[in-house]
């Protein structure tokens, strides 16, 4: 009987840690980023509607001035604040985004430069004076960690962006806070530029996670098509696996599209998309192999080919996502974030 009793105590003890771990998996982290461009949406939609959806909150306002010095780029630093404030309020965390964009003047600005980087991560000196910097803004706000996200690094510098996440983490572990690297998708290593001047195995060893951005399958300057296809989100995924502990992987996903034609592409978010839709009145269509819906109209005598993320879209992304059992989810970005995407999320 005493034996029996033990076996059955066994039996409903591992059951209850495999239920225990199953729960823990199944927990997911939600993030969104808020540029500094359309913080007034973010803080808006950030308090009425995504307030108990989201755990961490990326304010995407630092960039670099030309002599490399972090800067915040906003115009209005009342803005920045009321989405710190809030996001206190909401006890959400604060992981705030530096980008190597870099800001001459109101008029003149450079996205994602390479140079400026490369410049300083080469230099000890300034690599060390920037690492500071970056200190500095964590220690000020409050922060509980930084998302870097430098893109369109050089491939030669891959070793000392390396070096560079390696000593950062170190810094901010130190001082109790998290370092996420915000990264270009790829499906494969290479040695190119961009993508390849990340050694994802490398910094994952250093960095909390790994943000991977899952989007611009189809971009401003190519043909018109899906936004992330789900056959190369899952090929991305599978890479990913390979490289990074599953724990430390994060999906980035995008919550827009792009209206293509032969005079302009502009960029489309869902509101903008049903409104054309609707004006235009012609009928959504959906492309069964990347789950993406599309639609062509016509304006003044212009073809337009409009491919974007609707709510169907993103929640077939989310199942390739769980079925990779990933647990880190990031959104671009809360400003252009519609409240049909939120059902996705219960």
């Given amino acids: 009987m005493k034996k029996t009793l033990r076996v059955l105590l066994f039996i409903l003890s591992a059951f209850s840690l495999l239920a225990f771990n199953y729960e823990k998996f199944q927990t997911k982290t ?29 304010p995407f306002f630092f960039i670099f001035d030309k002599d490399g010095n972090i800067i915040n780029a906003s115009r ?25 964009d870099i800001f001459y003047s109101n008029a003149d600005k450079k996205t994602k430069d390479p140079n400026i980087v490369k410049q300083i991560l080469n230099d000890d000196t300034l690599r060390q004076k920037h690492i500071q910097q970056i200190m500095q803004i964590a220690e000020e706000n409050d922060a509980d960690g930084i998302d870097i996200d430098y893109e369109n690094l050089f491939a030669q510098d891959k070793k000392i962006f390396s070096q560079f996440i390696k000593e950062l983490a170190q ?16 499906t494969e290593d290479h040695q190119r530029n961009g993508a390849g001047a990340a050694d994802w195995g490398e910094i994952s060893q250093y960095a909390d996670k790994i943000m991977i951005m899952c989007y611009n399958y189809s971009s401003k300057t190519s043909r018109p098509g899906p936004i992330c296809p789900v056959f190369w989100l899952n090929n991305i995924i599978k890479f990913a696996k390979s490289q990074i502990p599953l724990d430390k992987i994060g999906i980035a996903l995008g919550t827009y599209g792009y209206d293509w034609s032969n005079k302009e592409t502009v960029t489309l978010n869902l509101k903008q998309a049903k409104y054309l839709i609707e004006t235009s009145g012609v009928k959504l269509k959906w492309d ?21 993320e609707n709510e169907k879209s993103f929640a077939q992304k989310l199942k390739v996502i769980e079925k990779h059992k990933i647990r880190n989810i990031g959104i671009w970005h809360l400003g252009i ?3 049909a995407f939120l059902d996705s999320f219960q």
């Fill in 30 to 58: 939600i993030s969104a980023w808020a540029p500094y461009w359309d913080a007034k949406n973010s803080s808006i939609i950030l308090q009425n509607y995504f307030v108990d959806k989201i755990d961490e909150i990326s």
């Fill in 76 to 100: 209005n630093p009342e803005e920045y604040k009321q989405i710190i404030e809030i996001a206190r309020q909401l006890n959400i965390k604060i992981i705030p985004a530096i980008t190597n």
């Fill in 288 to 308: 069964k192999k990347s789950q993406s819906p599309y639609f062509i109209y016509y304006k003044n005598g212009v073809e337009h080919k409009a491919w974007f």
């Fill in 171 to 186: 810094a901010l572990h130190s001082q109790n806070k998290a370092l996420i690297v915000t990264v270009t998708q790829k």
């Fill in 337 to 339: 974030l519609d409240a």
